[in-house]
């Protein structure tokens, strides 16, 4: 029943700036922690930014600085505004939930950052 819906994927040139939302619908609890994740080609799912039920927030070193991870509770929505971004960002972004001990996934938005 819970289901997340990421969005706002797309191109952008590299300095471009792109912002994630993540939608959680089907919850019994209204606040948990929240998280973004990336998979590159060939390469692992890695995190990107987290933020807990308190709204405290960590990032990956290759994104501090740029990335911005927040959350509307009200709205059941998380967002990641990502600036300054570079082809190295390229990936397939995902949304995860943390709730009553289980994980969720959304489907996966593609940010793609190329001239």
């Known amino acids: 029943q819970v289901q997340l819906v990421e969005s706002g994927g797309g191109l952008v040139q590299p300095g471009g700036s792109l912002r994630l939302s993540c939608v959680v619908s089907g919850s019994m609890v209204s606040i948990y922690p929240m998280g973004w994740y990336r998979q590159a080609p060939g390469k692992q799912r890695e995190l990107v930014a987290q933020i807990t039920s308190g709204g405290s927030s960590n990032y990956a070193d290759s994104v501090k600085d740029r990335f911005t991870i927040s959350r509307d509770n009200a709205k059941n929505t998380v967002v990641l505004q990502m600036n300054s971004l570079k082809p190295e960002d390229t990936a397939v972004y995902y949304c995860?939930?943390?709730?009553?001990?289980?994980?969720?996934w959304g489907q996966g938005t593609q940010v793609t950052v190329s001239s």
């Open positions: 995860s939930a943390f709730i009553l001990l289980r994980t969720y």
